[in-house]
C-alpha cells in the first residue's frame, strides 16, 4: 500500500471511529459506514467552494443504491434524503423516516461505499399546532431511527408563526444535527422569498441561538414535474445569500429537477448553495422514463409517459402501473403516489432489470455530481472537517449576534408585520 492509500484508509478509518453520532452508533454498532451530520456534508462542500451535492429523494430502493454507487465513484460527500409527505405517518413511499438510514447503511456494508453520507429529514411540514404537538415527539423517533439533519418547514405560515415554530420545536433536533429552516413557501408560484423575510428567520433564530446549516428558500422552484422554463431565479438567491453572509448559513436548493445544467451550474457558482434536492427525477429515471438531459420527464403527443424499452422496469410492469394510474385518476406528478403500492413488485423483477433501475440513477447522479454541482472529491473533505473537530460534532457556523431581548414573542409578532410581502397563491411544496 503506497503511502498515500495508507493515509487514505486511516484517516477514514479513524473517521469512521470519531465522526458517526451517537444514534448512528447505537442503532448500526457494528457498521463501518460512514453516516454523518448533515453539518459534516455542508461543512465539505464549503471547504472545496463554489460547489453543492445532491440531496436525493430515497423514494425507492433503487434511488438509494444508485446513488451511493455514483457517490462513490465520484468521490463525493452527499446527503440521503425523504420529505415527510413521502415517507412520514401517511406516506406514498415505502422507504420512510424510520428505514432510510437502515437502507443506507446495509447498502454502505454490502458495497463498501466509504464516503460520508447524511440522512435528512426533509420538508418536516408543520402546518399548525397539531403538527407542532405530533413533532415534539415525532422528531425524537425518527433520529432515534438514524435520522441525522432535519429541516423544519414551517413555511406554509405566516413568518412569526414559521419563526415561533422553529423555535418551539428546535429543542427535539439534537445540538450535532444538521438543520435546515424554509422561508416563503406560503406564497406559492407568483410571490418569492425577500431578503426582509429571510433575515427575519435567520436573525429571530440566532437571537435564540440557534444556528441554522442551511435555508430554503421560494425562489422560482417548483416540486414535481417541471411545468414551464421559467426555473430557479439565481440572482434573487445570490441577493439573499448575500444578506445572510455573517449569520455563515448556506442555501438549501429545492426543486432542482427540472433546471437545466446551465442553471445548476449558476447556482453552484453565484450563490452560497450547497444542498440541492433531487427527487422526481431520480424517481422516473429509476422507472426507465424518457428524461430531457436534466432529469424533466417527456411526454408523447397524447400527454402520456414515454418508456424507454431498454431502461428501468420491464415492459411488462411498466403497462401493470399504467393500468393501475389510469383506474384510480392518477397522472403527471401524482404518479409518485405508486411508489408504495409497486416497491415490491419491483424488488421481485429479474436481477438484470434490478440492476438497470440502479445503473440508470447512478449514470445521472454521477454526471450531476461531477459535470453540475463541482461536488467531485469532496469526501474527503468531510473527512477532513471531522479529523479537524475531532468528534462527530462540529459545532455551529455562526455565533450569536442577535439581541434575545428584541426578539421575544411579542417583538417577534410585531417585526413580522410591518413586513411587506406579496403573497400570491398558497404553494404546496411538501416533497
Known amino acids: 500500500m503506497s503511502s498515500e492509500k495508507g493515509k487514505v484508509y486511516a484517516d477514514f478509518e479513524k473517521a469512521l471511529q470519531i465522526g458517526r453520532p451517537p444514534n448512528i452508533v447505537k442503532r448500526f454498532p457494528n457498521s463501518r459506514a460512514l453516516i454523518v451530520s448533515g453539518k459534516v456534508i455542508d461543512r465539505a462542500l464549503r471547504k472545496k467552494g463554489k460547489a453543492m451535492t445532491i440531496a436525493a429523494n430515497g423514494r425507492n430502493n433503487f434511488v438509494i443504491r444508485g446513488v451511493l454507487m455514483a457517490a462513490q465513484r465520484a468521490n463525493a ?27 443506507a447503511d446495509t447498502i454502505m456494508n454490502e458495497l463498501g461505499i466509504t464516503v460520508p453520507v447524511a440522512i435528512h429529514a426533509d420538508h418536516y411540514a408543520i402546518k399548525g399546532e397539531k403538527d407542532i404537538k405530533t413533532g415534539k415527539t415525532e422528531i425524537s423517533s425518527i433520529f432515534d431511527a438514524g435520522i441525522t439533519s432535519i429541516a423544519i418547514d414551517a413555511s406554509h405560515l405566516p413568518d412569526d408563526e414559521n419563526l415561533l415554530a422553529n423555535l418551539e420545536l428546535n429543542p427535539f433536533i439534537p445540538k450535532w444535527a444538521g438543520f435546515e429552516t424554509e422561508v416563503g413557501e406560503i406564497k406559492g408560484k407568483e410571490g418569492l422569498s425577500t431578503v426582509e423575510e429571510a433575515l427575519f428567520l435567520i436573525q429571530g433564530l440566532n437571537a435564540h441561538g440557534i444556528f441554522p446549516d442551511w435555508i430554503a428558500l421560494n425562489n422560482g422552484t417548483t416540486h414535481g414535474i417541471e411545468q414551464s422554463d ?3 431565479q439565481v440572482p434573487l438567491t445570490a441577493e439573499i445569500h448575500r444578506a445572510l453572509e455573517k449569520y455563515k448559513v448556506s442555501g438549501a436548493q429545492h426543486g432542482t429537477s427540472g433546471n437545466n445544467s446551465d442553471r445548476l451550474r449558476k447556482i453552484a457558482e453565484e450563490t452560497n448553495t450547497t444542498k440541492a434536492n433531487v427527487a422526481t427525477a431520480l424517481q422516473m429515471i429509476s422507472w426507465g422514463v424518457k428524461v430531457n438531459d436534466y432529469g424533466n420527464a417527456m411526454l408523447d403527443d397524447n400527454g402520456e409517459f414515454i418508456k424507454l424499452p431498454d431502461k428501468g ?5 411498466w403497462a401493470e402501473m399504467v393500468a ?3 383506474e384510480r385518476g392518477i397522472s403527471g406528478g401524482n404518479y ?3 411508489n408504495l403500492p409497486f416497491e415490491n413488485k419491483l424488488l421481485r423483477q429479474p436481477a438484470e432489470i434490478r440492476d438497470r433501475m440502479v445503473k440508470g440513477v447512478e449514470e445521472f447522479v454521477y454526471g450531476l455530481l461531477v459535470n453540475v454541482f463541482n461536488a467531485a472529491d469532496t469526501a474527503p473533505l468531510g473527512i477532513e472537517v471531522i479529523l479537524e473537530a475531532g468528534s462527530y460534532d462540529l459545532g455551529a457556523k455562526a455565533e450569536c449576534i442577535e439581541d434575545p431581548a428584541e426578539w421575544t414573542p411579542e417583538k417577534i409578532r410585531e417585526r413580522a408585520s410591518k413586513i411587506n410581502i406579496e403573497k400570491g397563491s398558497s404553494g404546496n411544496f411538501d416533497d
Do not use: H, P, R
Not at 460527500?77 to 437502507?103: D, H, P, R
Not at 422496469?313 to 410492469?317: H, L, V
Open 77 to 103: 460527500a452527499v446527503i440521503l434524503e425523504i420529505a415527510k409527505s413521502e415517507g412520514g405517518a401517511e406516506a406514498y413511499c415505502a422507504t420512510s423516516f424510520w428505514n432510510l438510514a437502515m437502507q
Open 230 to 232: 421559467a426555473g430557479i
Open 313 to 317: 422496469m420491464t415492459d411488462e410492469q
Open 324 to 326: 393501475y394510474a389510469k
Open 336 to 338: 409518485k403516489k405508486l
